[in-house]
T-cell receptor, first 117, second 115 residues
């Protein structure tokens, strides 16, 4: 089982719809979770991060975390063509020899989202 | 404030050569990490440095090395380049090492092509 798995894409939604991106993970010790957006040829851009169970909203974006079920999701409301990109889920893992976290991010393979007019 | 800055943005090297990539973190950030992203995949962790010490290392060969300077900038060095080292190399900056609320920001990356 991969450490981080994202729903296979590509995902295509019409403009104005809700896009739902999902991510499951295997490491129960993961402490915080990140969603990045990456346009073609560009570097990842942080959208949101979440570390507590439940929902976190920021504008049109809502991140949902369920540690018991080991999944994290990202909802994009009122999707726009400019939202078309690859969405990367990442979790902060990694413990050094002393048992403290050193902040390594483990990424999923990404989900390509296309929002069509 | 400036974001994470990386240089060079693009470079082409031949097999067997050496490359040095540079990164300046966001002002006030003391942690720098390096990632490699090959086409179609998510970034893979290479190193993390905090307060000038290596704090984490990913599954990369010894040809990869890095260091962090007193001003918290960092260099990634890759020796004996292989074709498979062609990738986008990303530098990530964060304020602290592993705090749960620590946000992590990426630079624009350095595109390395090995021919």
């Amino acid at each position: 089982q991969k450490e981080v798995e994202q729903n296979s894409g590509p995902l295509s939604v019409p403009e104005g719809a809700i896009a739902s991106l999902n991510c499951t993970y295997s490491d129960r010790g993961s402490q915080s979770f990140f969603w990045y957006r990456q346009y073609s040829g560009k570097s990842p851009e942080l959208i949101m991060f979440i570390y507590s169970n439940g929902d976190k909203e920021d504008g049109r974006f809502t991140a949902q975390l369920n540690k018991a079920s080991q999944y994290v999701s990202l909802l994009i409301r009122d999707s726009q063509p400019s939202d078309s990109a690859t969405y990367l889920c990442a979790l902060r893992t990694g413990l050094n020899a002393g048992g403290t976290s050193y902040g390594k991010l483990t990424f999923g393979q990404g989900t390509i989202l296309t929002v069509h007019p | 404030d400036a974001g994470v800055t990386q240089s060079p943005t693009h470079l082409i090297k031949t097999r067997g050569q050496h490359v040095t990539l540079r990164c300046s973190p966001i002002s006030g950030h003391k942690s720098v990490s390096w990632y490699q992203q090959v086409l179609g995949q998510g970034p893979q962790f290479i190193f993390q440095y905090y307060e000038k010490e290596e704090r984490g290392r990913g599954n990369f060969p010894d040809r990869f090395s890095a260091r962090q300077f007193p001003n918290y900038s960092s260099e990634l060095n890759v020796n004996a380049l292989l074709l498979g080292d062609s990738a986008l190399y990303l530098c990530a900056s964060s304020r602290r090492q592993g705090a749960i609320r620590n946000t992590i920001y990426f630079g624009e990356g350095s595109w390395l092509t090995v021919v």
